[in-house]
């Protein structure tokens, strides 16, 4: 276990609504990024938080958007959902200060159906 | 941008040597990650090279060549428990991570 939690496991939400993730990090850790992973595809960059600030964005538009707390939990949010947002998002934590190891500790993740 | 491929699927025997192959266009990265991801699991590290060359750790080994943009993951003594997809990584500076197709390795008997 990574000691990375995520919330809710599963959601069902219907097209044009809006759905808030929860992450929690990892003791320690101060970056938070969040991944998009559709089904038998590979996780997908979406976003990442270091220190309560957005730093970098992937190829996603302005209705997914986030928020780091000050414990370094993070939320992702996404309005007006799509049928295509429809997908397992997994939230990684990290320290950026320091050797990086290559690697990064995933949450169980999000899984997200949009009808 | 970065992308990465890998072969969408293998089959190995139990017991058996396996290398899943790792192609990739990037104009720069810092490293190359593994990742294991059971069904319906989290993607868990298994490797890292941020230099050419072998990396070991148990039985898995992975190798790095910016030279020939190319990389791989080797697992020895495979068991029944390693079936699973394998994702290679890129890192592409302050931890953001472009993660490449994935191969589900299945492994039989």
């Known amino acids: 276990e990574t000691g990375v939690t995520q919330s809710p496991t599963h959601l069902i939400k219907t097209r044009g609504q809006q759905v808030t993730l929860r992450c929690s990090s990892q003791?320690?850790?101060?970056?938070v990024s969040w991944y998009q992973q559709a089904l038998g595809q590979g996780p997908q960059f979406i976003f990442q938080?270091?220190?309560?600030?957005?730093?970098g964005r992937g190829n996603f538009p302005p209705r997914f958007s986030g928020l780091q707390f000050p414990n370094y939990s993070s939320e992702l949010n996404v309005n007006a959902l799509e049928l295509d947002d429809s997908a397992l998002y997994l939230c990684?934590?990290?320290?950026?200060?320091?050797?990086?190891?290559?690697?990064?500790?995933f949450g169980e993740g999000s899984r997200l159906t949009v009808l | 941008g970065q992308s990465l491929e890998q072969p969408s699927e293998v089959t190995a025997v139990e017991g058996a040597i396996v290398q899943i192959n790792c192609t990739y266009q990037?104009?720069?990265?810092?490293?190359l990650s593994w990742y294991q991801q059971h069904d319906g699991g989290a993607p868990t590290f298994l490797s890292y090279?941020?230099?050419?060359g072998l990396e070991e750790t148990g039985r898995f080994s992975s190798f790095l060549s910016r030279s020939d943009s190319y990389g791989y993951l080797l697992l020895q003594e495979l068991q029944m428990k390693d079936s699973a997809s394998y994702f290679c990584?890129?890192?592409?500076?302050?931890?953001?991570?472009?993660f490449g197709t994935g191969t589900k390795l299945q492994v039989i008997p």
């Open positions: 990684a934590s990290s320290l950026r200060d320091g050797v990086y190891t290559g690697e990064l500790f």
């Open positions: 003791s320690g850790h101060n970056t």
């Open positions: 938080y270091y220190r309560e600030e957005e730093n």
């Open positions: 990037t104009s720069g990265f810092y490293g």
């Open positions: 090279n941020a230099l050419d």
């Open positions: 990584a890129l890192e592409g500076g302050y931890q953001k991570v472009t």
